[in-house]
């Protein structure tokens, strides 16, 4: 049953903000009338009911799952561990402040990419995300 009424703004700007929605987007229906139920409840209770109850309401609602944003890139420590990436593949790294053509030799036990940077034998041990796999183009 929806209704008609505006929902405080405080909790509006709430709700926009878990959903990421600009507060000039309309909020979903669904969710609007989850929160009117929600608000029934807590009158009839004679409570106040404060953010984190909100947020709770968004998750039983499946706003809480992982979207691309909030998902870690795939480092090459990761493409390593599932077979996408053998030593000696090309690599860029950054090193000094500045990317640098590198080899990728494996992985040490603090989960660290382990490179040869430009010519130099030397194996240098670097943090994962400062290492990208090279694209070969065709």
């Given at each position: 049953m929806a209704f008609n009424r505006d929902i405080p703004s405080d909790d509006s700007e709430f709700l926009h903000r878990i959903l990421a929605l600009e507060l000039e987007e309309p909020l979903p229906q669904r969710v609007t009338d989850a929160y009117w139920q929600f608000k029934r409840c807590c009158d009839k209770a004679n409570i106040r009911h404060?953010?984190?109850d909100i947020a709770m309401l968004c998750y039983q609602l499946g706003?809480?799952?992982a979207v691309e944003s909030d998902?870690?890139?795939?480092?090459v420590?990761?493409?390593y561990r599932d077979g996408e990436m053998q030593p000696g593949?090309?690599?860029s790294v950054k090193w000094r402040h500045r990317w640098r053509d590198g080899?990728?030799?494996g992985v040490d036990a603090y989960?660290?990419?382990i490179v040869t940077?430009?010519?130099?034998p030397v194996e240098e041990s670097v943090d994962a995300d400062q290492v990208r796999q090279l694209e070969l183009v065709s």
């Open positions: 404060i953010p984190s706003y809480g799952k998902e870690k890139p795939e480092t420590v990761d493409k593949t090309p690599v080899i990728f030799r989960q660290k990419a940077i430009g010519d130099s």
